[in-house]
């Protein structure tokens, strides 16, 4: 052999072992987990596991999230991929999978995602090592496609039932909230998901406010006239409070107003509320936990004095009030 073919030869085999030995781990061959991906930032609750068998033969997947087993997904026979999606908590989240057959243990591979939220001191910034790690590309897709329609068709712009939906497939939890947005219900996902944008698909335009106004004109033309806007709103980010799908509170809200509020106004779920000059030395407003009686069926909350978007009253007061005692009036007779 003369020395230059020698060396191709060396560098062949160095780089079969290099690319595709450390992918077996020593395991079943071909186990992988595919979804999610180790050190993703995620910034919503929902994330999908999907896990390649290869020639494991399992019988069960067992699905773990910081420590604690969450699920358990038993696998048809000769079936390779399992597809399941949990719920994370916001911050760190181990989640491990174990690869079970006959009871015991064939494989196991454990990933951190990261769950940032605005909504959260604590982790609202994220680690520099997490990043995105955005699916609906072309490599993505392609694991997928044996077993998933990934090609729009006209249909899905507007389906007749949520299963005619491309993306109902694998984003069907998405909608199992008991307060749902009226695109959402109908599953125009590519009302708001532009299904022709680069990098990655699906991509939504920012600020929200331009997507959000685009259907809510009323909204803005009333909320730009006023004198004062929220710091949030006025921003844009109307999915810092809305998700923009849904919810288990109404209007969609990422958290229960009282709990919304306080998130970044903490002094004020603290009794900060005294409402001097008129209410009585060292009393506290109260806040929440008993009825408005300026919106029957509805609890007190922050909403009930204050306008979450807009107001030309001064400290966003509702109802435009022209006074501050104007505002007593809608719930007291003093
Ligand atoms: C071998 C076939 C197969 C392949 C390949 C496959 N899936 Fe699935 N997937 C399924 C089946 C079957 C279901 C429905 C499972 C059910 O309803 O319990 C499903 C459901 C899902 C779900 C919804 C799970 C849930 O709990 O709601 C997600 C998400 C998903 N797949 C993602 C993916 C992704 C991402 C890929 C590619 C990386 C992929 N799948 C590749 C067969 C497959
Ligand atoms: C084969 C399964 C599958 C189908 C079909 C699918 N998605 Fe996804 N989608 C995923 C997975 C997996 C992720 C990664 C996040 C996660 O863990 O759920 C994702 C993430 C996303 C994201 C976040 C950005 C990104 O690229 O990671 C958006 C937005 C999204 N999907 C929209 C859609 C829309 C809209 C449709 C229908 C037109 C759709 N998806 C169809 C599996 C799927
Ligand atoms: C494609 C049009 C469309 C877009 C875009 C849209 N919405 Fe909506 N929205 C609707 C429709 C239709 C309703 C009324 C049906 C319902 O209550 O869900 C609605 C209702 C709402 C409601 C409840 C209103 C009420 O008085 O009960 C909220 C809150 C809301 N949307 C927030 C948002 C936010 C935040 C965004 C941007 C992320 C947004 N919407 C983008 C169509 C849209
Ligand atoms: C009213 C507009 C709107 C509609 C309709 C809508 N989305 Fe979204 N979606 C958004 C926005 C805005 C974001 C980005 C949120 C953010 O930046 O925090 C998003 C984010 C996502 C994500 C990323 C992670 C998450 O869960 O927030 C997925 C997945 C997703 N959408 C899937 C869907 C699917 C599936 C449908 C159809 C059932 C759908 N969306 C319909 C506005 C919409
Ligand atoms: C993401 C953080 C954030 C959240 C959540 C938030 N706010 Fe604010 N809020 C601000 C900021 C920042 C300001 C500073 C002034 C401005 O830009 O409006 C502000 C200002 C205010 C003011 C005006 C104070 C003044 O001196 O005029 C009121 C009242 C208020 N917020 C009420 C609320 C209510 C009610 C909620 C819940 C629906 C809420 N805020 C949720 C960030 C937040
Ligand atoms: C600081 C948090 C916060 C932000 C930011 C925010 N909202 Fe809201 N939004 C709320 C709360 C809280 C309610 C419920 C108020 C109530 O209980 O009366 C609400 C209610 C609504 C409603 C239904 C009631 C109404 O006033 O018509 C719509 C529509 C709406 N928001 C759209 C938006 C849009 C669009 C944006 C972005 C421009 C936005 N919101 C930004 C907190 C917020
Ligand atoms: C019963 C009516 C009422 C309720 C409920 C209420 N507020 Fe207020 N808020 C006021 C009044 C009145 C003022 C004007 C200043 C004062 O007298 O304390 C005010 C002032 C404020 C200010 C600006 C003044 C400052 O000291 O920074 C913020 C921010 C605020 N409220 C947030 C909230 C939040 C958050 C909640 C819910 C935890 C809430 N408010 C619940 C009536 C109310
Ligand atoms: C959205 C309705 C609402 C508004 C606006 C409102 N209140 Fe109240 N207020 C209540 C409710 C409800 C209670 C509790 C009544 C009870 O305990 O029976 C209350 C209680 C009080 C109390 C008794 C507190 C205690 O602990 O004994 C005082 C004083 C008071 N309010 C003053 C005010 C003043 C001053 C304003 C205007 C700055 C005001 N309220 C605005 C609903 C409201």
Redesign the pocket.
Known sequence: MTKGLYRVAVFFCLSYILAVVPAYGGGPQGVALLYPQDKSLVEAKLISVVVYLGDSDADMVIIARNGREIENVPVPKGQKYICKVITIDVGHNEIGVRVVKGGSTVESKQVSVFFRS??SKKFAIKPSDYNKKPFHNEDGEKACASCHRMELTEKDSKPDKPEDSLCYQCHKRITSYPFIHGPVVKWACLTCHNKDSRPFKYMTPKPDKDLCFSCHKEKKAEWVTKK?????T?RGTCT??HNPHASEHPYWLKKA?WN??V???EE?GKGKHMLKPFAIPNKTHPTRGIPDPSRPGKMIS??SC?N?HASNA???FAYEVPTIYDLCKKCHKF
Do not use: N, R, S, W
């Open positions: 605005d909504l004062y806007i929220h710091g949030p006025a810092l409070c107003t919304l509020c998130t970044c106004h004020m922050c909403a204050h979450p001064k400290f966003l």
